[in-house]
């Protein structure tokens, strides 16, 4: 399936969108292709709000039944919320990776750092030569 | 994130994030049912020399659960068939093999280990006594080599010409089917009634037409049948059973359903540099006869071990993973050899080995989860018995 174009990508299979619902603020989470390289995930360890998260830098922690993998934030911000549904569910993300599985919301320090991430297209093609 | 592109992260005991390899290698070796396994979606990984699928498309969680609580079917063809005949194969046995060949009936099979002059483990073995001079032995796929060659030695050095060995390993295919519902599936199968045969027994049937040679043996923790059949009719046996209703299983499940069930793998809680005392399998090394390496595992039997595999587990589902240290008040004294979440417990359970000294059951250890200190609880093996069903 091709990624959704309304947001942006990193090589780490992390995406990030403006979020609609409030001002500055960005929503992230990891891609199908990630969840699906995973496997059934089974436990999230994220960021708490108020805590600093830089470009590219780790943020957090995802595991899988066979896997353990570093999460990276896709940009410069501060958490504004988590999402807790997965502290019991975390198989949203495998069901509904750019959905109902979004991982942080974040206030962007700067919102042109989206500019240097991958499009939709780039990352599909970026992850076709995988 | 980074990914585990390399398929090593997935089976082997050092997870690392940055080391990444082609999915699949051209000089590996396939199954009869590789292009089985494409077919339905199943993930390709290296292991052991062989290319084999780690899961399919609904998942580890999905295929765990299937054998646990219905029935699976795993192609464990990537593991050895090995022929031992002849007027001395039952003595070579002995003198190779912990488990006695001598004492094992016509018809049963045995759990035990192949060990170095030192008591390290070259591998851990199921092996089926056919005639009285003819035997079957499953060693692991990646140590199939190392076995053939240990074996050649000491048939050369000790038994020939009273013993041979063939390796029908490639022409034929090694099918495991597990679960509750096997016996009662597989009298529907099998044209023979293969669901009244005990437990390490084996017996010989017929599926289409295809001869099956089943033992009621497994490495899961529940009742179920391994079925080896001749090369061309593995893909007719497997339909018959995934028809039948079984679940295809790949290695990932094949590998939390072992550790549920406490049963060691090759690599991880057993190596050449490990004995079977330490690794608490000392039920599967005899007290009497000659043997190779009898006597040091015997000193250590009645003796002490420098270290022992324990088991444990923690709250959550934060898994322990292969090489991570487990603590005493800080102070390092051991190192995880397998670790996963449990879906049957709902915890995440662990093996590995403790240095130095006796660590009791209810014991409670900290385990470094990459810098995170977490209690863990140790626990008698296994973490999982199946229910008994009447």
Known sequence: MSSPDDRRYTQEHEWVMIDATAANTAVAGITDYAQDQLGDIVYFELPKVGDDVAHLGKMGEVESVKAVSDLFSPIDGVVTEINEKLLDHPELVNEDPFGEGWLIKATMADATTLDRLMSAADYDAFIAGL | ?390
């Open chain 2, 1 to 390: 994130m980074i990914l585990p592109a390399s398929a090593h992260t997935w089976i082997l005991p050092l997870w690392s994030v940055t080391h990444y390899s082609p999915m699949v290698t051209s000089d590996n070796l396939r199954t009869n049912l590789y292009d089985t396994h494409v077919t339905l979606g199943g993930r390709m990984v290296p292991f052991g020399g062989w290319d084999m699928p780690v899961q399919y498309p609904d998942g580890i969680l999905a295929e765990v659960k299937a054998v646990r609580t219905a029935c699976g079917v795993f192609d464990v063809s990537h593991m050895g068939r090995l022929y031992i005949s002849g007027p001395k194969a039952t003595e070579f046995l002995d003198w190779v093999l912990t488990g006695s060949a001598s004492t094992l009936r016509v018809g049963r099979a045995r759990y035990c280990l192949i060990c170095n002059e030192k008591g390290g483990v070259i591998d851990d073995t199921i092996f089926y006594r056919l005639t009285e001079d003819r035997y079957l032995l499953i060693p692991n796929a990646g140590n199939r080599p190392a076995v053939i060659a240990w074996f050649q030695h000491w048939i050369d050095e000790k038994f020939f010409p009273g013993c041979s060995m063939e390796d029908a390993t490639t022409t034929t295919s090694l099918i495991a089917f597990q679960g509750p519902y096997t016996p009662v599936l597989i009298d529907q199968i099998v044209d023979q009634p293969l669901s009244t045969m005990r437990p390490f027994s084996w017996a010989e049937g017929a599926i289409q037409g295809a001869p099956v040679f089943a033992g009621r043996t497994g490495y899961t923790g529940e009742d179920g049948f391994e079925l080896l059949v001749q090369g061309r009719d593995a893909v007719k046996v497997w339909t018959a059973l995934t028809d039948s209703g079984a679940v295809p299983c790949g290695l990932g499940a094949r590998d939390v359903l072992r550790l549920e069930a406490g049963l060691p793998l090759h690599g991880h809680e057993i190596d050449e540099a490990t004995t079977p005392i330490e690794a608490g399998l000392g039920r599967f090394v005899r007290t009497e006869g000659d043997f190779i390496s009898s006597q040091l595992l015997e000193s250590q039997r009645t003796g002490s071990v420098l270290r022992k595999l324990v088991g444990f587990t923690l709250p959550g589902r934060s898994a322990p993973r292969a090489g991570y240290n487990l603590l005493d008040h800080g102070e390092p004294i051991g190192t995880v050899t397998s670790g996963s979440y449990s879906p049957t417990l709902d915890t995440s359970i662990g093996m590995g080995y403790v240095l130095g000294r006796d660590i009791e059951p209810g014991t409670i250890l900290d385990l470094d989860i990459r810098g995170r200190i977490v209690p863990v609880t140790v626990t008698d093996l296994p973490f999982y018995t199946r229910p008994r069903r009447t």
